[in-house]
Structures are given as structure tokens and as C-alpha cells.
């Protein structure tokens, strides 16, 4: 079996090592070797670590395409319009394709799939969702016949990091991130992971298998942790709690076709939930289901080995149909609908520095009262002689009052600074 | 699709329910319904909360067996021999098998999986191990191409029960035996559970399948949690961690047939391991692998539809598997070796409650030094007038040296009562 692979990164790079380390005992398993059959790259003088033969390097994308001793192709490009042609070009040529693309296949995915379906062959993407656990396939397989209502997780590894650094070293933002990027945890331009919009792709995927009904990252609504600040931890920690970004689906039981929820937030999650001590780059995904209750999968969301665990576990699953002439059959519907702004609820936690004067506090009380925000608990620390930190947290309520609750306060000459605003998970 | 199902006990029942409740959606994304088209009953008068025609059931396997149109077999029985019978019935009949055997399973598998490779058809066994936990299947498939080195986990419901009320509620073993039996959560007779045996028939299920090398419940070390008391609790608090029963199996990845150590064992698990906050009857499973790193895969251990769940997941399995003609193969080679006795080492907890006299603990610090067991700390508490309380934590040492330590500790005339012996998980 002859693997054509997209890209030597170090996902890449690591595959082609765990091949070459476990080939003998995986052409024993499988009945024959898995070889890889070509490698495109982009820049050809660029020194790499992987052990290949240097004629298996090639800059030309039709060379892997259309090699006919090729029967599967491992994409491994990352983002932009060129991975998601060569995918589709792949399966135009009755290849079976394994990818770890986010990106691609949160926007494409019905395209692709159906592209699939036309040649009998797989897509395949385990990797693309919370790096090594073996999620995607759990949806697929062992949970097809449960009803989900509801799937939260931390799917991105840098900014549960960074949040774990904030909460055990009571450090800023701004410190935990350059400490991130010095370990190479974060990338130069983290704004992919801080906004949330990583997260949101990948909830996209992992909601379009768990309901059969198809979710783009656009979808998703997203918040993601640039205002958290330690004093945020602070009322957490009071609260008994931590402060983890969740990215969370959920979906009625009552109706089969009940509209979806899908949102990447941060949140206080108290510590008797299993979430709560998932710790640095580690993943971990909540799954409830109708009959089965709730698990939970954890494990690293992310790095070479692990990911490439993924790629190597689709890679396997897919040579396996190529032999039995069959392919894995996906129903992911589209036109899903989403539940309405408007009916958006939750428990909030909206912190504001104010100017630490007589009547200041019954005049941001009364924005919460005028938008009908009942205050369940709040708390008041002196910042200096002139500033007072406030921190609110509401009872249930909707998410368009507490925007509302935002603008106006926004508008208060008594208030200097509006700092996150977090949910807390039920 | 028609299934007959053997035995409509708790899962049997939440089975029928669930097929009845999701039965379009079933049919629609399966292109057929799942019909029960018999089911095998010992007690023909006893009152059934399952809503099927009375002509369903039957009291002889043969007619569950030799009918042409059932393609199916769900396997419910519980332990005997009859379980076992009635399994090789149904695969020598051309039917795929999906059972929940634990005891049949951990005894009998290459017979079983032989028996399903020589007509081509499946044995899946999902809800043996671990209730509703998708973890066999996460083995088989998604691990498949995994060196896996280690599994650790909470696999039994009723002792984590236990031992989470002893720790929460400062109780003995004694009464928190009798809480979880009038909740329901232990059985009249408890020592299958509390032995650690019940563990042990699924570590042996879980140990073959991530290893690829048969192990039987009878090649389990097996020590339970009948010894452990609210001293034990107080010491592993004191330590930073709790007790837990633990089943493991070990393989080094030196030497692809490396011996294989498979053991289940009460031990002190850090507060900060994941496993340390599985409470109540949930069951946990830790998996390390070569290039996956660490996963951990967490959910209800027991109960009805959880259960269910698990044995759906396996009958969708089996019904695409019987309508490609093909099956899911499984590579287990039998003659395992084991690591041997002598070698197998740990960090150990002992306790001793002791004669409070003069010279007493130089008596008992001397049976350790014999048997060149080296003392990490001890902890000495007053019981009352005339005895005292003694701990101690080893370093590393062979459990043979503590076995040794144990006998000649007996012979002792100062000692009044061995406790438990604890390991601590590293």
C-alpha cells in the first residue's frame, strides 16, 4: 500500500518515523507493508529530520496526484484554498484522504464528503479534532447509535495552557502568553488561539459528527480569553472554581430536529468537574448522551507523536476499506438551524473598574435592574485610592440582556474600564 | 436486521427500550430496522418491563439459535457454562455474536474469536469492560497502530463506590459495604467486587486486546480492598492522595514480546493524577502508548443504559460488518509470557497495629532491614492504652521482600493485627 504524503511538517515528519519504527509489526497486523510513495514539499533544500530516499521528495503536486500506485493521501498542508484542491483532487482520483485539516473542513466538509461518497473512498480527519484522543471516531462508531445533547470540551492546548499558567503562577495574560511562546506552546501570532476561532473550528467538526447536521466555524459564536485578567481567577478561585475556554454544542433531545448551540467561551468551571483539572496543553472532551450519560476523553490535544497517532489511526481504518472495496458512510445533513440570539442564556460573571465614589455603585446596579439583570453575588475590591474593581455574578439570564447590560455601562462616566465577561458551566 | 437476544435482564431490557425508542432513526441511518426477533428467558411468568408481544420469548435456546432469519445474537446470560454454549451455538449458526461476558470472555476468547474468524463473522464485546465507556473499540481501532505500554484504571464501580464513601464520609469498609448494598450498588454476596476478581476478568479483556497477547483472569495478581481502613484513608490524605482499586497491565516496549505484568491492587493515587478524582460508581481507563502519550478515557462503569449503550454501539458494528460480508479481525496470539513473580516490584504501604511498649518498633524496624525493604517514612498513632498504630512507606522494593517482611512481621509476639498492604501508583 503505497501512501502519498502532503506536506513533511512535523506532523509529517513524525509519521514517517512512526512508520519506518513500527513497519515491520504494521505490515504484520495489516498483511502488508505501508510504504511511503511520495512526499510533497515546498521548499526542496530545506533540511528535514525524516529518513526517506530524496527521489520520494517531490515540489509538484500532480506528481502524488496522479501516481496510480497511489491509494491513500495523507494532507498535512495546514490552512489555504491549495490543501483543500489537492484534497479534492486526490479523491477526483479515487484516492482515499486522511487529514488533520481544521480549517478546510470546517468550511468544506459537506464538499468533500460527498466528493468521497461519488468514488467510494474515505475522508477520514481524527487528527484534525483534539490531536491524539480518538474522539472523531468515538462520535463516529461506538456513540452512532446514542442521541448526543451535549459535547463541551477544551479543545486548544495553548490557551489551556496559558490558562493553567495564569491560575498556578497568578501571572497576566500578557506574562503566561511570552512564556507560552518562548516554550513554543504559542505561536508568534496567537490570535488564532486567544480569539477562540481554533476552537470554533474544531467544535464545528466534532458538532457536525455528533448531530448528523452540518456546522461550519462561522456558526460557531465566539469569545475568546484576551480579557481575562488574575483578578478574574481571583473570584474564580472564591468561587470555588477555574477558568477554562470551553467550546460547547448542544441540542435538544425533544425534537430530532431541535435547533444547535454552538459557542467557544470562557467560563468558571468548578473544581468537582472533571474539566476543571485538565492541566497545560492537555485536551479533554465532556460527551452526554442520551442512553450512555456523560464521558469525558482526555489526553495531549496536540504535537507530532500524538498527532500522527491520529493520522496513522485513520490511515489504517482507510487501507483496511481500500481491501474490503467499502468506505465509513457519514450522514451529515445540511441546513442545520441554530438556536436564536435571542433565546441565548447562561450565568454570567461581568467584571468593571470604577471610580471609587459615594452612589457609583447603585448606578451600575441600576443598568443591571433596568435590563432585567438579577445579581446573584457580588464583590468589591479597592484597586488605589480611586479606583474600585467590581465583579458581578448574574442568576440565569439572557446573553442579548447582558450585551445591553455592557453598552450602557459602557456609557457611565463613573466607569473607567469593562474587563471580560465569562459564563460559568452548569 | 432481526436479533435475538439471550437473557432480558437490566441490559437486555434497557436494550429493548432503546431500540424502541430510537428505532426509525436506528433504521435510517442504519437502511434497515434492528427488529428483536426472539428473546431467550429463564422464567416465563416473571413480570417484563419490556413492551414486546409475548410471542418473543422463549424459554429454549434452540429456537432463539436455529432460526434462519436472526443474522444476530446478543449475548446477556451472565456467568456458566451455559453463556458459553449458547455463544458458540449462535457463531457455529453463522450468527455474529455481541456479548457482555466478562467471566466467559476472560476464560475463553481465543476459542471464541476462532470460532467468529472461521465463518467470517464478528464477536464484539464492547459492554464487558467498563460499561458504557467506548474503550474496546478505542483498542481494536483507533489504537490499533499503537505500542501500547501501560493501562491503568478504575474498573470496577461498586469498590470505587466503596472507597469514595469511605473517603468522603470518614466510614469503615464495613458500613459503606451495607450503604452501597441497600443503594443497590453492591451485590447480596460483594466478593466478586471486593476481591478484586470482577477487576481482574476485565483487565484480562482489556490486557489482550491492547497487547495482542492472550491473558486470562487466572494470569491476574489479584489483591482486594477487603483490608483497607479508615487508617489507610487518613495515611494516603496525609500522603496528598487517595485509594483507589487499581486494575494494570505493563508491557515493556523494548522487545515486541516482552513479558506482560498484569496485576490489580488497592493503591494510593496522588490527588493530582486524573485518576484520583473518579468518584462514586464511574469507571476510568488510563492508556499509555508509544507515540499517543497519555489518554484517558472516563465514563458510567455499570447500569443499565450506559450498558446497553456499549452493546448497541456493537450490534451497529456487527450489522454493516454482515451486510459488507466482511468482519473486524483480531490478532491475539496465545502464549504469553508474564513477568515473574520475583521480579515484580512497587512502592508499598503496610500497617500493623503493635503492643505500645518499649523497643517495640527497633523489633519491628528489624524485620524490615532483614529483608533489605528500605523505609521511605513511618507514622506512629496512639490507639489507645496498650496498642499503637504503625505505617510505613518503602521505597522501591521487590513484593517478595514485602511478602517476607509480612510473615516474619506475624511471627512477631508484639504485633497485634496486620492491616492491608497498599501500593502506591507511580
Redesign the interface.
Known amino acids: 500500500m503505497k501512501i502519498g504524503l502532503l506536506g513533511c511538517g512535523t506532523v509529517g515528519s ?1 509519521l514517517v518515523q ?1 512508520l519506518d519504527d ?1 513497519g515491520e ?2 505490515a504484520q ?1 495489516l498483511g502488508e507493508p505501508l510504504e511511503i510513495g511520495r512526499i510533497l514539499i515546498r521548499d526542496p533544500d530545506k533540511l528535514r529530520s525524516v529518513d526517506v530516499p530524496s527521489h520520494l521528495f517531490t515540489t509538484q503536486l500532480a506528481e502524488v496526484i496522479d501516481d496510480p500506485e497511489i491509494e491513500l493521501v495523507v494532507e498535512l498542508l495546514g490552512p489555504g484554498e491549495f490543501a483543500f484542491g489537492a484534497m479534492k483532487a486526490a479523491l477526483a482520483g479515487h484516492k482515499s484522504v486522511v487529514t488533520a485539516n481544521k480549517e478546510i473542513l470546517s468550511m468544506h466538509f459537506p464538499e468533500l464528503e460527498s466528493a468521497a461518497a461519488a468514488v467510494n473512498r474515505d475522508i477520514f480527519f ?1 487528527a484534525a479534532v483534539a490531536g ?3 474522539l472523531i ?2 462520535l463516529r ?7 448526543l445533547s451535549r459535547i463541551v470540551g477544551i479543545v486548544n492546548g495553548t490557551t489551556n495552557y496559558i490558562l493553567t499558567q495564569m491560575q498556578e503562577e497568578h501571572i497576566s495574560l500578557e506574562t503566561a502568553l511570552a512564556d507560552a511562546q518562548r516554550l513554543g506552546y504559542a505561536e508568534a501570532d496567537p490570535n488564532g488561539d486567544l480569539s477562540g476561532r481554533d476552537a470554533a473550528s474544531k467544535l464545528a467538526i466534532i458538532a457536525s459528527i455528533a448531530f448528523g447536521s452540518y456546522v461550519s466555524a462561522a456558526d460557531v459564536r465566539v469569545d475568546g480569553i484576551w480579557g481575562v485578567t488574575p483578578a478574574d481567577f481571583d473570584f474564580a478561585r472564591r468561587s470555588g472554581g477555574v477558568i477554562k475556554l470551553l467550546a460547547q454544542a448542544e441540542r435538544s433531545l425533544d425534537r ?1 430536529d431541535a435547533p444547535v448551540r454552538v459557542e467557544v467561551f470562557p467560563a468558571i468551571v468548578m473544581s468537582t468537574h ?1 474539566l476543571a ?1 485538565v492541566r497545560g496543553s492537555f485536551n479533554a472532551v465532556f460527551v452526554e ?1 442520551s ?10 490535544g496536540a ?1 507530532g ?2 498527532t ?3 493520522v ?2 485513520d ?3 482507510a487501507v483496511k476499506n481500500l481491501r ?1 472495496a ?1 468506505r465509513a458512510p457519514m ?1 451529515i445533513v445540511e441546513g442545520t438551524r441554530f438556536v436564536e440570539d435571542v433565546a441565548i442564556d447562561g450565568v454570567f460573571v461581568l467584571s468593571v473598574d470604577v471610580i471609587d465614589a459615594p452612589g457609583v455603585l447603585s448606578q451600575v446596579s441600576e443598568v443591571f435592574g433596568h435590563n432585567y439583570v438579577s445579581i446573584a453575588r457580588m464583590e468589591q475590591d479597592e484597586l488605589d485610592g480611586e479606583l474600585a474593581h467590581l465583579v458581578f455574578l448574574t442568576h440565569r439570564t439572557r446573553l442579548s440582556s447582558i450585551r445591553a447590560t455592557m453598552e450602557q455601562l459602557t456609557d457611565l462616566a463613573v466607569i473607567k474600564r469593562l474587563h471580560s465577561v465569562l459564563r460559568v458551566l452548569e
Chains 1, 2 share one sequence.
Not at 462508531?141 to 442521541?147: A, H, I, K, Q, T
Not at 442512553?291 to 495531549?300: D, I, T
Open positions: 513524525a512512526l513500527d509489526r504494521l497486523l481524527e491524539g484522543i480518538p471516531r468515538a462508531v461506538s456513540l452512532f447509535g446514542e442521541r430530532p472533571p483539572s448522551g442512553a450512555v450519560g456523560q464521558l469525558m476523553f482526555s489526553g495531549p504535537g507523536r500524538p500522527a497517532s491520529a496513522l489511526a490511515v489504517i481504518d474490503n467499502t450522514r
